[in-house]
T-cell receptor
Framework: GAGVSQSPSNKVTEKGKDVELRCDPI?????LYWYRQSLGQGLEFLIY????????KSGLPSDRFSAERTGGSVSTLTIQRTQQEDSAVYLC?????????????FGPGTRLTVL | GQSLEQPSEVTAVEGAIVQINCTYQ??????LSWYQQHDGGAPTFLSY????GLEETGRFSSFLSRSDSYGYLLLQELQMKDSASYFC????????????FGTGTRLTVIP
C-alpha cells in the first residue's frame, strides 16, 4: 500500500484478556517503530525494529508487552492480561534508514479500550 | 533522562504568524523534528533540523540552536486547517533512530 496501515482501528477488550495489534509498514522501509499515545499526551516510544530484530525494547512498559516482526515487514504488538491503564492509541511508524532527516511515516493507529 | 518542554496551548488569528517553542534537555542529540497531528489523525512530519539555523518549507520554518538547547516552529499565513497539535521530537543517539516526543502544543486558529 501507499502508506502505513494498522488493524484493527478500534479494539475494545475486557481486563485480563490478550490483544494483538498489527502494523503493515511502507514497502521497503526497514525500520519500524511502535508508540503509545494517551489522550491529550505526547507519543511514548515502545519498541524499534531494524529488519526483523529489535535492538531497542527499552520503551516496553512491562513484560506483558511484546512485539515481533516477520519477513522484515508486518509487525504485531501483543499485550497480555490487559489492564485499564493500557487504554491508549497505539501508533506504528516506519522509516527508510537512509533518510537523513529520519522522517517517520505513521499509521492511523489502533485505539485500545480496556474495560 | 530526557525532557522536552512546549507550551500546551496557543491561539492565533487566521493570516497571522505564530511561533511554537521547544526547549530540551537530553543526554545526547542528533536533531530536532516537528510533527503535526490533527484530532484523530496520525502524526505527519513537518521538518527536521540536524544543524543549527533555519529550515524553510513553504509556510513552515523551523529553527534550532544547540548552544541554547532550543528550537521553534514558525507558521506563517495561518489557515484554519493549521489548527492541530504540534510536537517537537528529539532524535536520540542510541543507534535506534527512535524519537523522543514532547507533550505537544495545541494550536487553535480563529477567524
Amino acid at each position: 500500500g501507499a502508506g502505513v496501515s494498522q488493524s484493527p482501528s478500534n479494539k475494545v477488550t475486557e481486563k485480563g484478556k490478550d490483544v494483538e495489534l498489527r502494523c503493515d509498514p511502507i514497502s521497503g522501509h526497514t525500520a519500524l517503530y511502535w508508540y503509545r499515545q494517551s489522550l491529550g499526551q505526547g507519543l511514548e516510544f515502545l519498541i524499534y525494529f531494524q529488519g526483523n530484530s529489535a535492538p531497542d525494547k527499552s520503551g516496553l512498559p512491562s513484560d506483558r508487552f511484546s512485539a515481533e516482526r516477520t519477513g522484515g515487514s508486518v509487525s504485531t504488538l501483543t499485550i497480555q492480561r490487559t489492564q485499564q491503564e493500557d487504554s491508549a492509541v497505539y501508533l506504528c511508524a516506519s522509516s527508510s534508514v537512509v533518510s537523513g532527516n529520519n522522517e517517520q511515516f505513521f499509521g492511523p493507529g489502533t485505539r485500545l479500550t480496556v474495560l | 533522562g530526557q525532557s522536552l518542554e512546549q507550551p500546551s496551548e496557543v491561539t492565533a488569528v487566521e493570516g497571522a504568524i505564530v511561533q511554537i517553542n521547544c526547549t530540551y534537555q537530553t543526554s545526547g542529540f542528533y536533531g530536532l523534528s516537528w510533527y503535526q497531528q490533527h484530532d484523530g489523525g496520525a502524526p505527519t512530519f513537518l521538518s527536521y533540523n540536524g544543524l543549527d539555523g533555519l529550515e524553510e518549507t513553504g509556510r513552515f520554518s523551523s529553527f534550532l540552536s544547540r548552544s541554547d538547547s532550543y528550537g521553534y516552529l514558525l507558521l506563517q499565513e495561518l489557515q484554519m486547517k493549521d489548527s492541530a497539535s504540534y510536537f517537537c521530537a528529539v532524535r536520540l543517539p542510541t543507534g535506534a533512530n527512535n524519537l523522543f516526543f514532547g507533550t505537544g502544543t495545541r494550536l487553535t486558529v480563529i477567524p
